[in-house]
Nanobody, 115 residues
Framework: QVQLVESGGGLVQAGGSLRLSCVVP????????AGWYRQAPGKEREWVAS???????SYAESVKGRFAISRNNAKTASYLQMNSLKTEDTAVYYC?????????WGQGTQVTVSS
């Protein structure tokens, strides 16, 4: 079992930026995808963004043009740069990685955007 370690959440005003980080605490030879979900109070978990092993990125329509996902070359960390934040981006953000048919998750980091 692998527990991903997230950081970077916090409180920010609307229009501001935050950068979330997600670290995989071991060597990652076979990770094929990394990404982020979020869950707002009273809502279902929502996929936000992902990056493939080849570097292809995908985004939910709600964040396209504002968020950017990236990873380091060793694939031991992924990042979510969030710009032009809106109050509706308030949620707990969870990172994940896919290794074969197995997915590992972070514990979640709170992002709160105030108006």
């Amino acid at each position: 079992q692998v527990q991903l370690v997230e950081s970077g959440g916090g409180l920010v005003q609307a229009g501001g930026s935050l950068r979330l980080s997600c670290v995989v605490p071991r060597r990652t030879f076979s990770i094929n995808v990394a990404g982020w979900y979020r869950q707002a109070p009273g809502k279902e978990r929502e996929w936000v963004a992902s990056i493939s092993s080849g570097g292809d990125t995908s985004y939910a329509e709600s964040v396209k043009g504002r968020f950017a996902i990236s990873r380091n070359n060793a694939k031991t960390a992924s990042y979510l740069q969030m710009n032009s934040l809106k109050t509706e981006d308030t949620a707990v953000y969870y990172c994940y990685v896919g290794e074969g048919i197995t997915y590992y998750w972070g514990q979640g980091t709170q992002v709160t955007v105030s108006s």
